[in-house]
């Protein structure tokens, strides 16, 4: 019978309760990883997983150990670790973190590895092999993960579940060129992240620093990328005023650009009277 048709058989008497996850996972006990490398096997394990019990995730947990590194840049293996990351306690999954230590840099900047690094800081950032493994990642050069294409996505969810010290670094990184960050189509999603999430002082900071640049705040509110900085910074509270009289002061300007009208829509200053905004500054 064809391995494909074997797992969809098997899946389909796990959803019909014909077939029990611990029935099914003594039929494949030994062969879990081998089986996590196809398509069709990552689908039966993944529901096979939702399906168990603790106990029972925790059997198939234990045959990746040894095989982290392999299953994470796997396209299909990946996502069975994925699954068991979101099914089990970080206790239980802490050797993922632990084997992916060395490979931090590679891991996130692969189309895989990088939403198991992004899973593992949403859902076990207090565990201490993913906070190595994080800082491992942070030592290297951040202003590079913060524009690469896989990259930045686990950089931002340090930004929201990090430590203090691990935020710290990425907002030291764009600091670097925060101006040059907020316009480009990955770091620009970090920087909105960081003044969405960051401390009440680390946030207004942020923001000052792109408002007292001349013009910023009309350069970006007219960029495809900038504009959802600066729908971030109107979030910060203690900046809010202030970022809506800038926009306000140059709304001319800003609505003969299609990213920039949307903006002021939102704000619903698109056909308010300069003056009625900026007088009341």
């Given at each position: 019978?064809?391995f494909?048709?074997?797992?969809?058989?098997?899946?389909a008497?796990?959803?019909?309760?014909?077939m029990?996850a611990?029935?099914?996972?003594?039929n494949?006990?030994?062969?879990?990883?081998?089986?996590?490398m196809?398509a069709?096997?990552?689908?039966?394990?993944?529901?096979?997983l939702?399906?168990?019990?603790?106990?029972?995730?925790i059997?198939?947990?234990?045959?990746?150990?040894?095989?982290?590194c392999?299953a994470?840049?796997?396209p299909?293996?990946?996502?069975?670790?994925?699954?068991l990351?979101?099914?089990?306690?970080?206790?239980?999954?802490?050797?993922?973190?632990?084997?992916?230590?060395?490979?931090?840099?590679?891991c996130?900047?692969?189309?895989y590895?990088?939403?198991?690094?992004?899973?593992?800081?949403q859902?076990?950032?207090?565990?201490e092999?993913?906070?190595?493994?994080?800082?491992e990642?942070l030592?290297?050069?951040?202003?590079?993960?913060?524009?690469?294409k896989?990259?930045?996505?686990v950089?931002?969810?340090?930004?929201?579940?990090?430590?203090?010290?691990?935020?710290?670094?990425?907002?030291?990184a764009?600091r670097c060129n925060l101006h040059?960050?907020?316009?480009?189509r990955?770091?620009?999603?970090?920087?909105?992240?960081?003044?969405?999430?960051?401390?009440?002082?680390e946030?207004?900071?942020?923001?000052?620093?792109?408002?007292t640049?001349?013009?910023?705040?009309?350069?970006?509110a007219?960029?495809?990328?900038?504009?959802?900085?600066?729908r971030?910074?109107?979030?910060?509270?203690q900046?809010?005023?202030?970022?809506?009289y800038?926009?306000?002061k140059?709304?001319?300007r800003?609505?003969?650009?299609?990213?920039?009208?949307?903006?002021?829509?939102e704000?619903?200053?698109s056909?308010?009277?300069?003056?009625?905004?900026?007088?009341g500054?």
């Amino acid at each position: 019978r064809p391995f494909g048709e074997l797992c969809a058989a098997l899946v389909a008497a796990l959803e019909s309760g014909a077939m029990t996850a611990s029935s099914v996972f003594e039929n494949i006990r030994g062969s879990v990883v081998a089986l996590s490398m196809h398509a069709a096997g990552a689908a039966l394990l993944q529901r096979m997983l939702e399906l168990s019990r603790p106990d029972e995730a925790i059997m198939v947990a234990q045959e990746f150990r040894g095989a982290v590194c392999e299953a994470a840049f796997s396209p299909h293996a990946h996502q069975v670790l994925l699954t068991l990351v979101q099914c089990l306690g970080s206790s239980e999954v802490s050797f993922i973190a632990e084997e992916l230590q060395g490979e931090a840099s590679r891991c996130a900047q692969n189309a895989y590895g990088n939403t198991l690094l992004f899973q593992l800081m949403q859902f076990a950032p207090d565990d201490e092999g993913t906070r190595v493994l994080v800082d491992e990642l942070l030592s290297g050069d951040v202003a590079a993960l913060l524009g690469h294409k896989f990259a930045h996505e686990v950089v931002t969810s340090v930004v929201s579940h990090g430590t203090r010290a691990q935020q710290s670094l990425v907002l030291s990184a764009l600091r670097c060129n925060l101006h040059r960050f907020a316009r480009h189509r990955f770091a620009s999603r970090v920087l909105a992240e960081a003044l969405s999430y960051c401390g009440e002082e680390e946030r207004f900071a942020l923001a000052s620093e792109i408002m007292t640049e001349p013009g910023a705040m009309v350069c970006l509110a007219c960029h495809n990328f900038g504009v959802d900085v600066v729908r971030a910074l109107l979030h910060v509270p203690q900046a809010s005023k202030q970022a809506v009289y800038l926009i306000a002061k140059s709304s001319r300007r800003i609505m003969r650009d299609k990213y920039g009208m949307r903006l002021l829509q939102e704000l619903g200053l698109s056909g308010v009277p300069v003056t009625a905004v900026v007088g009341g500054a």
